[in-house]
């Protein structure tokens, strides 16, 4: 198993892996990056023995025609984890596993909407899950009753106290009373410095944090959508020994799982 980080997120989806492995006996070795060239790990694990493969590339091996090619040529059975390959990447012989965070986005878009936001404003950092949260963004503008000219940054950095309060900014000035922010520490930097403000979370301010690694902790508790990681890591499992029984017979299947909406004390009344 190849991933990017040892972080809560997919910690929370190896030992999905891992408890999906030993239930049929199988034996997981695992790989990290730390965003670095997934090659090296890779292979490796190649030339360790492994049967198969699951594996978390980088956004820019996906989208690099060398990339997809080098996945194409790989030796053994390949499942890929949380990352939705692009059509052109030719990547259609492979099982891919992966949450649907455009649904995601809208159950938190819908959850504001319900309690009576109509301009909502999005906060992320450059992540591989950002371009489907805007997506998600997209098409709930079309169907849902949100109002346009709520501020959306995208692109800025970790921990980026400035560009969070020039956010803060546009949000006064817009009207905008409600937020999706991801990740987890932005979420929480967001309320911390709206509260220095004078602002009241939930009353002048609703958020929704995007991934739950560490919503439950933060000062006022997070209302977050909560990838399933744990299930990712089992059903990918699943799916790779599936294909080493089947052989040539194996019929591929994109699993796409829908998150869970966790209200919390940042959007409940």
């Keep these: 198993m190849a991933v990017p980080s040892r972080s809560a997120y997919y910690r929370d989806v190896i030992e999905g892996a891992q408890a999906a492995a030993q239930a049929v006996g199988a034996r997981l070795t695992l790989g990290v990056s730390a965003y670095g060239d997934d090659l090296p790990q890779v292979e490796r694990m190649l030339v360790s023995g492994v049967d198969g493969l699951l594996l978390t590339p980088l956004p820019q091996t996906l989208q690099s025609a060398a990339g997809a ?3 194409r040529e790989l030796s053994v059975p390949v499942v890929i984890v949380e990352r939705r390959p692009e059509p052109a990447a030719g990547l259609d012989h492979l099982d891919c596993v992966a949450s649907d965070h455009v649904r995601g986005t809208m ?4 959850h504001l909407v319900d309690l009576g936001h109509g301009r909502i404003g999005l906060l992320a950092c450059p992540t591989p899950t950002a371009p489907w949260i805007v997506r998600g963004f997209d098409i709930a503008a079309e169907i849902l009753p949100i109002a346009s000219g709520a501020p ?4 800025h950095a970790f921990g980026d106290v400035e560009a969070v309060d020039d956010f803060l900014d546009a949000m006064a000035a817009t009207g905008t009373t409600a937020v999706v922010a991801h990740p987890d520490d932005q979420a929480a930097l967001l309320v911390q410095r709206a509260r220095m403000r004078g602002w009241a979370v939930p009353d ?3 958020v929704v944090a995007y991934d739950d690694e560490l919503a439950s902790l933060a000062e006022i508790p997070l209302s977050a959508v909560a990838p399933t990681r744990h299930a990712m890591g089992r059903i990918a499992v699943t799916r790779l020994v599936k294909c080493l029984r089947e052989g040539s017979s194996h019929v591929v299947q994109e ?11 940042s959007t409940a009344k």
Excluded: F
């Excluded at 159950?107 to 819908?110: F, I, S, T, Y």
């Design 69 to 71: 090619a080098w996945i």
């Design 107 to 110: 159950q938190a878009l819908r």
């Design 152 to 155: 959306r940054i995208t692109k």
């Design 204 to 206: 002048d301010l609703a």
């Design 255 to 265: 699993s796409l799982l829908l998150p869970r909406l966790i209200v919390r004390a």
